[in-house]
């Protein structure tokens, strides 16, 4: 039998540790973009260029939405049902017909740790995009990242998301994030290419995104996407 901070069996305290390495996740990435917003808006200027057609302005929260919304949920549920996961979440379950438990436990723990590796990689990431932090268009005064992962993929934000979906799925042991994955996905196949395009209308900084793009060809996933 186990016992840490009241929680009474393995499986508890596996669903504590998930639902701890989500919460440090969000808080953060959000304490992260809450303290980059002012210092982008004082040094950079506000935001000149967003896109003007419906989608454009909606697809960053829908976006958001799909990141978020799985995770916030397993959060709750399962904090307030004293971390077990409540009937309906364990109906989405992933398959454990080719693991024991112990194995599960050990991927679900891995994938804790790799969350916070992750979170390394992610910081490093804003610090490298500094004041040119946006949802989504371009400053009053624009400059290109290029350095770090900018050179190896040219979002490499979105990179850290995808993979993130990926860990909360493999965390929570559950198809959920995997659902969401797919419309973050989605989502951000109709995002970035209106990021792009609204680049490219900034003369200041158009041909050299345009080098940019031959060099660094990859999106978000190298030599895939």
Same mark, same amino acid.
């Given at each position: 039998m186990y016992y840490i901070?009241?929680?009474?069996?393995?499986?508890?305290?596996?669903?504590?540790?998930?639902?701890?390495?989500?919460?440090?996740?969000? +808080?953060?990435? &959000?304490?992260?973009?809450?303290?980059?917003?002012?210092?982008?808006?004082?040094? #950079?200027?506000?935001?000149?260029?967003?896109?003007?057609?419906?989608?454009?302005?909606? &697809?960053?929260?829908?976006?958001g939405l799909s990141i978020?919304?799985?995770?916030?949920?397993?959060?709750?549920?399962?904090?307030?049902?004293?971390?077990?996961?409540?009937?309906?979440? +364990?109906?989405?379950?992933?398959?454990?017909?080719?693991?024991?438990?112990?194995?599960?436990?050990?991927?679900?723990?891995?994938?804790? #740790?790799?969350?916070?590796?992750?979170?390394?990689?992610? #910081?490093?990431?804003?610090?490298?995009?500094?004041? +040119?932090?946006?949802? &989504?268009?371009?400053?009053?005064?624009?400059?290109?990242?290029?350095?770090?992962?900018?050179?190896?993929?040219?979002?490499?934000?979105?990179?850290?998301? =995808?993979?993130?979906?990926?860990?909360?799925?493999?965390?929570?042991?559950?198809? #959920?994030? =995997?659902?969401?994955?797919?419309?973050?996905?989605?989502? =951000?196949?109709?995002?970035?290419?209106?990021?792009?395009?609204?680049?490219?209308?900034?003369?200041?900084?158009?041909?050299?995104?345009?080098?940019?793009m031959q060099r660094v060809?990859?999106?978000?996933?190298?030599?895939?996407?």
């Amino acid at each position: 039998m186990y016992y840490i901070a009241g929680l009474t069996s393995s499986t508890q305290i596996v669903e504590g540790l998930a639902v701890f390495t989500t919460f440090r996740y969000f +808080q953060y990435v &959000i304490s992260r973009i809450r303290a980059i917003a002012p210092v982008a808006n004082a040094e #950079a200027g506000s935001i000149r260029v967003a896109p003007k057609s419906l989608i454009g302005k909606i &697809i960053s929260p829908i976006h958001g939405l799909s990141i978020s919304i799985p995770p916030v949920t397993y959060i709750l549920c399962v904090t307030f049902n004293r971390f077990v996961q409540p009937a309906w979440m +364990q109906r989405m379950s992933l398959p454990n017909t080719h693991f024991n438990h112990e194995i599960e436990v050990g991927l679900r723990v891995a994938a804790c #740790a790799a969350t916070f590796v992750l979170l390394r990689v992610t #910081a490093r990431t804003l610090t490298l995009l500094g004041n +040119q932090w946006h949802a &989504i268009g371009r400053r009053e005064k624009s400059r290109l990242v290029q350095t770090g992962a900018y050179a190896v993929v040219r979002h490499p934000g979105y990179a850290s998301v =995808l993979i993130q979906g990926l860990l909360f799925a493999v965390m929570t042991w559950s198809y #959920a994030p =995997l659902l969401a994955l797919s419309i973050t996905a989605g989502t =951000l196949a109709v995002k970035m290419p209106i990021e792009e395009d609204l680049i490219m209308q900034d003369a200041s900084v158009a041909g050299e995104y345009r080098a940019y793009m031959q060099r660094v060809p990859a999106r978000v996933i190298p030599y895939l996407w």
